[in-house]
Structures are given as structure tokens and as C-alpha cells.
């Protein structure tokens, strides 16, 4: 007997190529471009010396008594009755402190900064004055919200532990105050002390005031004017809190190097603002940079860190600016590698002997010290270049770029020696982009001529540009790249103006100034500065 054979139909679907989407080609699709900082991989090798120069002190961390503060707040916590469930139970806490000074700040100084969760008071300030209360919980806890004037979800800050875990956190574990154990942060003994300290600073009234806040996760308008203690702004000279904050920045401790280094740099900001010298964010590197009579180049010196970093500063900012103009260039048109890179060549070429250099001559010429004709200040070249470069004139903005480099170079060659035993000791010789790579590199190269260096060196940052983008992908993550190379032709992705690295000083300048050790009108040191010059840096 015949049977029919059974037919199962299945909604099969034909793959259409469709013109409007466009398919990944690989299993791996990009995350897209971003920014990025440091698009030549060199910065880090500057970042390393101020780092180790100023141990403690951070970009973020501008307000001292925030760490005395934070001390206390969780020698507090610690002393709670209250059953502590988890550290998600210690982060509200300290959010709520954080928010509740962010509201006291600000209402007695609005202008008044660094301080974390200032322009969330600052949008929230007028209900608190109007309604008379606010719901201190709602802003500060982590995955509540308060609503704004415009309807939208606010919460004071991100970061799960607030600007403790964000800001603080890493300062004050590196001096020894605090350490995180299981996700929670625990006091150590040094920071014990310094919580004691602060509290001394404060009476009963503010205290149970504020604990009553973050208690309650309530704050009244009127319970502001009973915050007056807890002002990060002020802190009285000669208290038992003021002089804690002197024996941990300035005090050698267990004659480590990172704290020796701290100290000195400290009395060496001090002392330079006690002079005519022009102020600014890279004051040290400046000043040591342009006093080499004034670094001691023995001993592993902080004066000697500060030459060594704006060294290197200067040579990676030209390098950048030369990076940056083919970039800039490169967005015109699709140019063939070798191609751009001789046309580029030949517009320095052509700048180079306006400025009375043979682009023929031997590289090692331009070393050579007794030669006044190559012999110009680096800082000087430099304002130059930043002029040329906001002209757009590149072929000017290549050639004072290798002046930059070759003159900040012939600047300290007689020193790469005492510059290697730094590096070597503080364990940084082998860092991407430090002098000593540069050093190697002009002199394996002295015998090209100046043409046909400037030629490979325009290949170098091409070539290092694209290792060190495709270093930063990782897994997934999104690119860095600011130009790609397809059939042998450059194709601009971005461009990135050059900077230099933020090394602390800022931070140094506004703790000095809380310490009432810098004056903060005239910026020069006050006579508690002058005592601590005396005691540390006699003349």
C-alpha cells in the first residue's frame, strides 16, 4: 500500500543584501572612534615622574581638609550602633555627607570650587530655600533620584562610593590614612589620628547635626547655619588639625623617596612663588627648566624630577604639533603614504632655510653647542609654534617643532647621564616616550642629513601612532585611531591639537593656600611658609 509521504513546511527566509544597511564585514564590529588623550602613547612617561613627585595629591583632591573630613566621617560609621548590612549601606553614608556639605559650601560661597556635588546644590539650592527641606536621600543615594525644575531625574553624583571612592580614595590609601578591605574602606591608624584631629575642630552642635542629617536622609535649610564647623574652606592655623596636615605633607616620615620628593616639591612651589617668576600650571617645570642653577642634580632631587619632566613635556608637545598639522592636512584630500610624507618634507625643507638652516647639513649640526645660529631658548621657539600653528603655515610649524626638540635637547645633553640614573632608580628608563629614548634616537640618526631625518621621522609618528592605537582597542573597546591606511592611502579620522599633561600644581597651589601657607591675593608665602622654608630648604 502507497503512502503518501509527508511534507513539513518551514517559513524559510532568503537573505536579502539590502543597499541602506550596512553589514560589518567581520565578526568583530567596532565600537566607533573616540578622542582619546594621548594619541602618540608618550605622555605616560611624564605622568610617572609628577606622580612620583607628589605623592597624595592628585588632579582631584584640590580641598586637604576633605581628607581630614573623610577621615572622620568614617571613624564615625565605624562607631555606628546600627547594624551594617553591606558597603552599599557605607557608600549612602558617605553620599550623604558629601551632598549635605556640597549644600553648606555652596550657599555660604557659590563661587567657592572643588567642591563634589557643587552644581547639583547649586540647581537644587532655591527649593531648599523655598520649601525649607529637601529629600537628602533622594539625591544622594545611589539609584534614587530628585526631579528638577525641567522634569529630569538628578542625582548628585555617579560613582557609587561619591567622590571619596572617585577623588580621595587613591590619595589617601597612598599616605597611609585609608584602605578599602571587601569594598569597604576602613581607617588606618595614621588616618585614626587625623580623624581625631578634625573632630577636635568641631563641637557637639555641628556634629550631631550633621550625623542627623545623613541619619535621617533630611536636610533643612536651617540646619546649615549649624554646618559652620565643617566649612572645607577653613582651617585654623596652629589647631591640632592644621598641624597633622603639615606633619603628613611635609614631614619625611620613614625617609621613603615618594614623601622626601613630596616635601621638597612643596617648599620648592613655596619658595619659587616667593620670587618674580611667572606663575602657571607648569611653574616647577618652567622654573628648573630655565634655573638649571638651581637643580641639584644629586640625590635623586625633586629639582632634578621637575628639569627631567618639562624636558620631556616640550619634546612630546612639538611631536604632537607636528602629528597634529598632518592630520589637519591629511582631511584636504586622500593622499598616498610616501607620497604625503615627501610633500611634507618639502615644505619643511623650504621653512628651514628661511630660518638660515641647509636642510643638507648633517643632523649632528644642529647639536653642536658652540653653534649660535641653531643656539635659541626652547620656550621661546615654542610661543613661536603655537602662533604658526593657528596660522595654519605647517611647513613654519614642522621646522620650529624639530628646533623645539633639537634645542631642548642640546639644552640638557651634557646631563643625559645624571638623567638616565634618575629614571633608572625611580624605576622609569623603560617608559615609552622618556628623554633617553629620544637621546638614542637623535644620535643613531646624526649622520642623515637634516632632510632625510625629518623624512623618517615623519614616518616614525606615523607608524607609532597606528601601533599604539591598535595597543588601546583591547577587546571591544572603541578606537583611537586618527587616521587609517587603505590601499597605501591615508585617510583622516580626527585631528588632536597637542597638549601637555596636568602635573598637580594646581592642586598644590589651592591645599597651600587652605594651609594659609600661600597668601592667596599676593601668591606668596605667608609666615607659617617662611618658617617651613627655613626649617627644610636654609639657605
Not at 525641567?150 to 553624583?157: H, I, N, P, T
Amino acid at each position: 500500500m502507497n503512502r503518501k509521504k509527508k511534507v513539513y513546511k518551514r517559513d524559510y527566509k532568503m537573505s536579502q543584501y539590502q543597499t541602506n544597511i550596512q553589514t560589518p564585514l567581520y565578526y568583530a564590529e567596532s565600537a566607533g572612534f573616540i578622542a582619546g588623550r594621548d594619541p602618540m602613547g608618550i605622555q605616560n612617561s611624564s605622568v610617572v615622574i609628577y606622580a612620583g613627585l607628589l605623592p597624595g595629591i592628585t588632579n582631584l583632591t584640590e580641598r586637604i581638609r576633605f581628607y581630614g573630613f573623610y577621615c572622620w566621617l568614617l571613624d564615625q560609621y565605624d562607631g555606628l550602633e546600627e547594624e551594617k548590612l553591606s558597603y552599599k549601606h557605607q557608600y549612602n553614608f558617605i553620599r550623604r555627607a558629601e551632598l549635605a556639605i556640597a549644600f553648606f559650601m555652596y550657599d555660604k560661597d557659590p563661587d567657592f570650587v572643588a567642591i563634589p556635588g557643587k552644581s547639583f546644590a547649586g540647581d537644587f539650592i532655591k527649593h531648599l530655600k523655598n520649601k525649607g527641606t529637601i529629600k537628602l536621600r533622594s539625591g544622594a543615594d545611589k539609584g534614587q533620584f530628585l526631579l528638577d525644575d525641567k522634569g529630569e531625574r538628578r542625582s548628585y553624583w555617579k560613582y557609587s562610593s561619591g567622590a571619596l571612592g572617585q577623588y580621595y580614595a587613591g590619595a589617601l590609601n597612598a599616605l597611609s590614612l585609608v584602605k578599602v578591605k571587601e569594598k569597604y574602606y576602613l581607617l588606618q591608624p595614621k588616618g585614626k589620628k587625623l580623624a581625631e584631629a578634625f573632630a577636635e575642630s568641631i563641637d557637639a552642635k555641628n556634629k550631631s547635626t550633621l550625623l542627623s542629617i545623613i541619619r535621617e536622609g533630611e536636610l533643612r535649610y536651617s540646619d546649615l547655619s549649624n554646618l559652620k564647623l565643617f566649612d572645607i574652606s577653613n582651617i585654623n592655623v596652629s589647631s591640632s588639625e592644621w598641624k597633622l596636615y603639615i606633619d603628613i605633607l611635609f614631614n619625611r616620615g620613614n625617609f621613603s623617596k615618594p614623601t622626601h620628593q613630596r616635601r621638597d616639591t612643596l617648599l620648592h612651589y613655596l619658595k619659587v612663588c616667593d620670587t618674580s617668576f611667572s606663575k602657571g600650571n607648569w611653574l616647577l617645570g618652567e622654573y628648573f627648566f630655565q634655573n638649571r642653577k638651581e637643580v641639584s642634580y644629586k640625590n635623586n632631587s625633586a629639582s632634578l624630577g621637575w628639569h627631567i619632566y618639562y624636558t620631556q613635556e616640550l619634546i612630546h608637545y612639538a611631536i604632537e604639533h607636528i602629528f597634529n598639522g598632518m592630520l589637519l592636512l591629511m582631511k584636504k584630500d586622500m593622499f598616498e603614504v610616501k607620497g604625503f610624507v615627501r610633500q611634507q618634507t618639502d615644505k619643511f625643507s623650504k621653512s628651514l632655510l628661511k630660518r638660515g638652516v641647509n636642510p643638507n647639513d648633517k643632523l649632528e649640526a644642529l647639536f653642536d653647542l658652540t653653534n649660535d645660529l641653531y643656539n635659541h631658548s626652547p620656550l621661546n621657539i615654542k610661543r613661536e609654534l603655537d602662533e604658526m600653528a593657528k596660522d595654519h603655515k605647517f611647513g613654519m610649524v614642522y621646522c620650529l617643532s624639530l628646533m623645539v626638540i633639537v634645542n631642548t635637547y642640546r639644552s640638557i645633553k651634557n646631563k643625559v647621564k645624571v638623567f638616565e640614573d634618575y629614571l633608572f632608580k625611580n624605576n622609569l628608563d623603560g617608559r615609552r616616550g622618556n628623554i633617553l629614548q629620544m637621546h638614542t634616537y637623535l644620535n643613531r640618526n646624526a649622520e642623515k642629513s637634516i632632510r632625510l631625518f625629518f623624512e623618517s621621522f615623519l614616518f616614525k609618528i606615523l607608524n607609532d601612532h597606528q601601533i599604539v592605537a591598535c595597543n588601546k582597542i583591547g577587546n571591544g573597546e572603541a578606537q583611537v585611531h586618527k587616521f587609517l591606511i587603505e590601499h597605501n592611502h591615508l585617510i583622516q579620522i580626527d585631528h588632536i591639537s597637542p597638549r601637555m599633561t596636568n602635573p598637580r600644581l594646581g592642586s598644590v597651589k589651592s591645599i597651600l593656600e587652605d594651609l594659609k601657607l600661600l597668601d592667596k591675593q599676593s601668591q606668596t608665602p605667608t609666615e607659617e611658609a617662611h618658617f617651613l622654608l627655613n626649617k627644610y630648604l636654609p639657605n
